[in-house]
Each structure stands twice: as C-alpha cells, then as structure tokens.
C-alpha cells in the first residue's frame, strides 16, 4: 500500500523520547492488572484438570462439590454452546477454543480443563475441585513431534487433517505446506560444498509474569460484561459470545492492564469458563490461573524437528537451499508451520529454494503465538548450517551473508517480491560495530544471525476526540503491551501540532469502537499508529473547515500548520493564525464536537530484519554457558518513541537467550509436565545477562505514512541461531538442539571427545 | 474453618484483618485491604513480583502467611512514594524506560529501595544478583540496571 502523504523527516515530535503516560501507574501499584479487579458480590472460580496426557472421560460426578457449603455452580463441557443460537454452529478454530476451553469426550494434554466451580471463597472453590470425581480410562500419548508423526502412534483426533496433507501420512498430521521456486538440485549441483543437518528445538512458554486473569459477569439475559488480561478483548468478545451462545454485542469487554503477553494472551481460555459459571450462579467470577495452570495449559510453543541442506560456491554463493520443517503444536491444529518455513530462507536472494512444513499433533497444550510464531526455530537451523558452510570455506559471516542478502526487487523465498527493505543496512551497521570488531577472549566464542518476519497490519479503528480546552483523547483499541500510549500519543501530536503531555491514549473497551484485531504481529505501532495519524488527519480536516465558516473563505483554501488553522496561500485572504484551542473552545456553538476518525485494515505492515552479535563463553566441565555480550542491530523503518524500540529489541533478544539456553518443557514418561514452575522452567534472570546493545536501523517502510515497521517479533528471531553460533564455536561442537542446557553440552563435548 | 484476627502495621498505618490460616499475606494485602500493588506471579517466592518488607527484611509475600504479620510492620509499593512525591527509584524507572508491562515492577522497585537502604553504592553485579529474585519477561533488565545505577548514583549525590 503505497501512501501519498508520507512524511519521513523534519519531525518535531516523533523520534523524541518523553515518559510514558502511564508511568506514574505503574510506578506505584495503581495500575489495574487482570487480577486487580474486583465486584460487589464476586464469587471465585477454580478449575479441575486432567492428570492424564490422553485419557477417556468415562463420567464426571459433581454432586459431591455442588453440596460443599459456599459453593454456587460447577460448570463442565455440558455448560457450553455447541450449537449456538446465532450462527451457523461451531466449527473451526471456535470449535477447536472449546474443546480446549473445556475438554469433552477426551482429556488430550496433562492439564486439560475438565470441570470448573464457583464459590464464595478461592479457598473454598479450590476445596470443591478435590470434591469432583472424574472416571478416566487411560490411553496410550505421544508428546515428540518425530514419533507423534511415525506409524503406530495413538491417534490424538481421527479427521482433523484438512485438505492440504498428502495422502499416506499419520491422522496426527494436520496441515502440510510447500513451497519454493528454482531446481533446488540443480543448484546443488553448481554448489562446491553441500551440508545438510538436522536439528531440533523443545517448546518453550512465553513466561509473561501476569498469570491469566478475568472477572465476568453474564446474566440469563444474555448480557455479559467481562474484564481480562488479553492482547485482544474483541477476539475474546467475540469467542466468549460463541462459545456461550451469546449475541457478540451484548458482551462488553474490557481489557485490564496487561503483565506480558508476547503472543500467549491472543486467544482465550478462562474468560469463556467464568462466564458460564457466572450465568450458572448468576454472580460476578473472577478466575486467577496458578502459575503451573499457565505452565500446563496455556499457551507453548510448537517444538520443531528440522532438516536443512545448503548449497554455497567457494566464494560464498548460496546455490540452493531445502528445508523440512515439522512442527508438534499440541493436541489441536495450529502449529505455525508455514511461517516456519516461508521464513527460513527469506534473508537471501536464492535462485533454487524449497521448503516443506508439517502441522502435527500430540498431547501438549495446544500452543499459541509466541513473539514471531515459527520464525526463531527456522533461523536456528538455517543460521547453524550458514554458519558450519562459512567455516568449512573460510569465509567471514557477515560477507556471506552480505553476499547473499535479500533486498528491494529479491523474489521472496515465500513467493512475492521485497519492497524497500533494511536487511543489508542491518549487516553493513553489524559489520562496522565495534562489538563485531573487538578480538575474543581466550575461550569464548562467537555468533551472528540474521532474522526475518513478516509484521501485520490487521482491523484497526481509532477515535480522537478534541476536548474544548484544545486537548485531545485517543481511543485505541489495541491493549498497550509495552509503551504504545507514548507512541500513539506522539503520532497524535506530530498530526495536530499540540504538545505530546496534552494528548491522553487510552485503551477502549469493546462497546466504544469498531473491531480492533489482537495486539500482534508486531502491529500495534503499525496499524494503530497509521489509523491515528489518519484520525488527527481527519479532526484536522474538521479544525480547517471550521476555520474556513470563520474566514468565509473555502475549505480547501485552509491548511494545517503548527497547531494552527492558516491560509493556505496569499490569494486565500489574509488571517491570522487560529490555533486548535481557539477552534475547540466554542465547537460546540460551531457545528458540534470535533471528532476524527479511522477504520480499515491497512495492509501495508513491512517486513523487518535484523541481524544479532553475540560473544558466549562455555564452562567445559560443567557445560555452563555465558553470554558475555550482546548487539541487536534491527530495522525499526521509523523509531517513533526510540527508547522503547531499544527495549523491544533488548526484550526479544533476552527471551532469546532463555529459548536458546534453558528454557524447555520437560515431559516425564508419563507424558506429564515435570517442570510448570519458574525454578524449573528458568528465564534469564538479571544476574545472567549482561547489558544489551542496540542499533536502530530505519529503512522507512512505504505503507506506513512515517515509515514505521513493527519491531516487537523481528527482535526474537536470530538470537536462538546467533547464540547457538557463539556457544558452537566457544565448545568447539556443534550444537543441534535446543535448549544448550548444561547437560546438552555436556554430552556433546563427551560425544566429540569419544569421537 | 475458623478465621484468625490479625493486627499489623501497613505502610505506616495500624490495620486489621480476619484470615483463613491457610491465606497468605499477599492474599491479605490484595484480597483484604485492597492493596494491588503487590502481585503474584507464581506463589513460590520464584518470581519476586510480590516483594514487600517485612520488619525490615525483604520477603516474598506469598510465601509469608497473613497470619504471620501480627504484630508486625510491613511495607509494599503503595508506601514508596510519600503523597504525591515519587522516590527516586519511580522517576528514574520512568524516565528510563525501565518498564514495558510494569507488572513485575512494583516487586522490583520494592526489592531495590531494599538494597539501596543497605548498600547505597552498590556495583552492577551485586545490583544484578540482588534482583535474581525478581523476574522481568519484557525488558532484558538493561534499562533496569541502568535506571538503578543512575539513581543511587543521585542519591548518593544528594546526601
């Protein structure tokens, strides 16, 4: 989407770095989070789950909990819509959030909801969930994607394959991609050294510090209010009212403070469940998920095993590259697979390139987004086999990479060709850092990747509206996850010339706007961004025209400038100035409220590279690592608020270290989760990481009216293949699967010595 | 089961509450005097986001039952800024950026006003191993090292 109004320089507001309006909340504890929120009356909700990885729910005895003094209503499967009175029936992904909300037939991952119950107390509700009596018979489980895939593994649901899946493989097989373009064996061919390896990655967990949290309301009229801790309270809007049969309007949402979200809050699993209980006890319920709740059913990444082959020429051309991406996302469809895939090999300009992903089911937590779903574990493996081409022929690997590197007019390894894109900009800032520059210490080594993603535009609407003071109010639909107020409100008051601290963002509930899409993809700087630089332009529009009934002069004679309403020319009349607070003052005696408005789904989210070094030191006897230091160099298109652009780039490539290191989900034999703790399931702590560097590279993006690109996700996607790189060359082995735990590294140092 | 009535001191103020033994303090704190600030993010003191002082001892509240705090004088986030004037630690925490989501925030800050109160010149490691006990998923903890470098810095400064 080309724009015709762009504006990338001579900015007055954007690009500066003021404080957060919200910092004031947060500093103090006033800000209201999920779980903060209370109600006159308010019952508290707990949720009975699954022991078992796979198991028949032969029956399910309540009556024992409903009679435990102080309980309200228990709730099970029954509870839910399966037909709704309005629509034509669930089916789909709405279906699959159901049966995931609460399990039916089957009990399909350790963890599963079973049954759930009110009561006047959260001890008391917890107290009833021991009361409840499941009947189960037991059934084989699988949680590897490689034997969840092999012939003879339990079937997790017979017929979930949809269309695309060649005939032949397991049921357990349900979407499969393909793609690519050249003679991937020609060009291997023409290639002087060819590798091929593959490499696996363990799912890991978001890790958002804020369990999931929500206070509904929902009486037999089918009017319903809820308050929750989500990335989008229009989707949960929308999935509550199918999955509770209601009408989608009559339930208001809105969206809490939210303590991270990083793609494990786009989806919804408790709203739907105190909402029924609520109906049922005809109270306000607030659920609070436990920490190993949000371990055990919330939202994992896929865990991937992937084999890829490169082909490189002595002087560091890629001829061809192949991929085979398979991807476990839990026990429903969904695994990014194709993300993976088209995200492989998109850093470079390759004549011969295929890739090849499979969806696959087991008995995991259906997994959700997590911050660039699919990308980080495609350019772990790619990276690795780069990394082992230039060090087999001696080649630098920002060079190759140089060499080889996508740009403007590239055909995309995914199809479609680059517009205006910073990838070799990020190499070349990588190349000159000083960091790429400073000789190792003995015993360390080190790593670079580049990372690709695909950002997102989405449905976006946004109001703002001018108080008479000459201040304005932004409604936006889209929950602020990290900082996006002060961005918003920069864009805001870049449009209309007013000083940013007038501005106030505030993120709307459902009944106050149009259907806003989940805060992901990277898109809220995008896509919010965008619609409220239209909606100044629109009350601006608004502000010229009362001007010009003022001046009895036409409207197209008016134009904006600093904060004022001026002529547009001399031949327009001679008038002074009128500034925003002159025309808002009395706008009510002049035609009404000034109001500015947009709504659209813009689709112009441009992609965004980045290129990550990173030096890591390896503890050989103990298999102990640690990264000694850490450069993010990425394209932001246009930093508005570039302080926290740094931070995302900090934040993605400090999860990025946890994925690549520790982080993993552990399933015992029994297919139970050994580890749904933060003791066991360790994120960097502040005591392993060390400062991390940031270059912001902008490469304006031509379907954003300032250039913004999203940067949220790209940040996470090099780190895993750049630190797997460092850790590599520090051991001396390659590592090919992820975590790099002690005891991975162990192994492998003892696996080389044995030879 | 029957509740217990407990006594304590919160933020400087005399308050009372009736708990379940089984309740911890953080339940109390939010649950009985409304004091959200403080948060939970695990229940097993791994996290550090419902970090409070407790007779001068930084604890997590979710670990300590509510009951415990007879007696006792305990400090949470709602008692760092003294009327409308924020600490230090608050507006350099701003200023920096020191925050995306801010929910482990109030733990943090509560944790190193701690560590300020002991060791007003602390190094960037023991400022780092100080706060292993408070998680932070968005940030990296780079702008918040910095932000609390600079700040004990300033008041170092200021006497």
Redesign the interface.
């Known amino acids: 989407m080309a724009l015709d109004d762009t504006k990338t320089k001579d900015f007055k507001f954007v690009g500066t770095r003021p404080e957060r309006p919200d910092g004031v909340d947060k500093v103090t504890g006033r800000a209201k989070f999920g779980a903060d929120m209370t109600a006159p009356g308010m019952l508290h909700g707990a949720i009975l789950r699954s022991p078992h990885a796979h198991a028949r729910i032969l029956s399910i005895d309540t009556s024992k909990a409903e009679a435990l003094k102080g309980v309200k209503a228990v709730v099970t499967r029954a509870d839910f819509s399966t037909n709704p009175t309005f629509g034509p029936g669930l089916t789909g992904e709405p279906w699959n959030v159901l049966e995931n909300v609460m399990a039916g037939e089957k009990a399909l991952y350790d963890g599963h909801a079973v049954a759930a119950v009110a009561a006047t107390s959260a001890l008391i509700a917890r107290d009833a969930l021991k009361l409840i009596d499941v009947t189960y018979e037991v059934l084989d489980h699988v949680t590897d994607v490689d034997k969840a895939m092999a012939e003879g593994a339990p079937v997790i649901r017979e017929g979930a394959a949809d269309k695309s899946v060649p005939a032949g493989m397991h049921p357990n097989v349900v979407r499969y991609h393909d793609s690519g373009h050249g003679d991937v064996e020609a060009g291997f061919a023409e290639a002087d050294l060819v590798l091929e390896n593959s490499f696996k990655t363990e799912a890991t967990h978001q890790g958002y510090i804020e369990p999931h949290a929500c206070l509904g309301s929902l009486g037999n009229d089918g009017k319903g209010e809820l308050w929750c801790t989500t990335q989008g309270h229009w989707y949960a809007q929308k999935m509550c009212a199918a999955l509770l049969g209601l009408e989608t309007s009559q339930l208001r949402v809105t969206a809490s403070e939210i303590g991270g979200g990083f793609g494990g809050k786009t989806t919804v699993f408790i709203e739907p469940v105190a909402l029924a209980l609520s109906r049922k006890a005809n109270k306000p319920v607030k659920i609070v998920m436990s920490r190993s709740e949000v371990f055990r059913a919330t939202g994992p990444t896929a865990s991937t095993s992937m084999d890829i082959k490169i082909g490189m020429k002595k002087d560091g051309t890629i001829t061809a590259a192949s991929g085979v991406f398979r991807l476990q996302g839990g026990a429903f469809p969904g695994a990014p697979c194709e993300f993976t895939a088209m995200c492989a090999f998109a850093p470079y300009a390759l004549e011969n390139v295929h890739q090849i992903g499979y969806d696959v089911m087991s008995n995991r937590p259906k997994q959700a987004a997590y911050r660039a779903p699919g990308s980080p574990m495609a350019a772990f493996a790619v990276e690795s086999v780069i990394d082992d081409l230039c060090k087999e022929l001696g080649l630098d690997p920002i060079d190759v990479r140089l060499k080889n590197a996508s740009h403007k007019g590239t055909k995309a390894s995914f199809g479609p060709r680059f517009d205006d894109i910073g990838l070799v900009e990020t190499l070349e800032a990588a190349k000159a850092h000083e960091h790429y520059n400073t000789p190792l210490k003995e015993g360390q080594g080190r790593g670079i990747s580049c990372g690709f993603w695909f950002n997102h535009g989405g449905e976006t609407a946004v109001s703002l509206a001018l108080s008479e003071d000459g201040t304005a109010q932004i409604s936006v639909g889209t929950p602020d996850i990290g900082g996006s107020r002060a961005s918003m409100a920069l864009m805001a008051a870049e449009e209309l010339g007013i000083p940013y601290e007038h501005i106030r963002c505030t993120v709307a509930d459902t009944a106050t706007l149009g259907y806003n899409e989940i805060s992901h993809g990277s898109r809220v700087t995008y896509a919010s961004g965008l619609a409220t630089i239209k909606a100044a332009k629109d009350a601006v529009n608004k502000l010229c025209k009362r001007a010009a009934q003022k001046w009895g002069i036409p409207e197209d004679a008016v134009k904006w400038e600093d904060g004022c309403a001026v002529p547009s020319g001399a031949n327009a009349g001679d008038f002074d100035p009128l500034p925003l607070a002159k025309i808002t003052a009395n706008m009510g005696a002049t035609g009404g409220p000034i109001v500015g408005h947009f709504e659209a789904t813009p689709e112009g989210a441009g992609v965004s590279f980045a290129t990550h070094i990173v030096d890591a030191e390896v503890d050989h006897e103990t298999g102990k690592t640690k990264i000694v230091r850490y450069t993010v160099v990425q394209d932001a298109g246009k930093a508005i608020h570039p302080t926290y652009v740094e931070g995302q780039f900090q934040g993605g490539a400090a999860q990025g270290i946890g994925w690549a290191l520790n982080e993993e989900y552990i399933y015992g034999d029994d297919g139970r989760l050994q580890n749904a703790g933060f003791l066991d399931y360790r994120i960097p702590l502040a005591s392993d990481l060390p400062m991390i560097d940031t270059v912001i590279v902008e490469v304006a993006n031509p379907g954003h009216p300032y250039g913004v690109r999203g940067v949220g996700e790209t940040s996470i996607c090099p780190p895993l293949a750049a630190i797997a790189n460092a850790v590599s060359a520090a051991a001396g082995v390659r590592m090919r699967e992820l975590p790099m735990s002690p005891p991975r590294i162990v192994a492998a140092l003892k696996a080389a010595q044995d030879g | 089961m029957s509740k217990i009535h407990v006594n304590t001191t919160v933020n400087g103020d005399e308050v009372d509450f009736l708990c379940?033994p089984?309740?911890t303090l953080l339940?109390c704190l939010?649950d009985k005097l409304?004091?959200?600030?403080?948060?939970?993010?695990?229940?097993?003191g791994?996290?550090g986001?419902c970090s409070v002082v407790l007779d001068g001892r930084l604890v997590c509240a979710c670990l300590v039952l509510g009951v415990e705090a007879e007696g006792k004088t305990v400090d949470?986030?709602?008692g760092?800024?003294k009327g409308q004037d924020?600490h230090p630690?608050?507006e350099k925490?701003?200023?920096?950026?020191a925050?995306?989501?801010?929910?482990?925030?109030?733990g943090i800050?509560v944790a190193t006003k701690n560590l300020l109160e002991r060791s007003p010149n602390p190094t960037e490691?023991e400022?780092?191993?100080w706060?292993?006990g408070?998680?932070?998923?968005?940030?990296?903890?780079?702008?918040?090292?910095?932000a609390i470098m600079d700040t004990a810095a300033e008041m170092r400064e200021a006497g």
């Open positions: 379940d089984r309740e339940d939010r409304q004091l959200t600030g403080s948060k939970e993010g695990c229940g097993t791994d996290c986001a949470t986030v709602e760092i800024a924020l630690l608050q925490f701003i200023k920096y950026a925050l995306q989501c801010g929910i482990c925030t109030p800050l490691t400022v780092r191993y706060l292993a408070n998680l932070c998923r968005c940030t990296g903890y780079d702008k918040i090292i910095r």
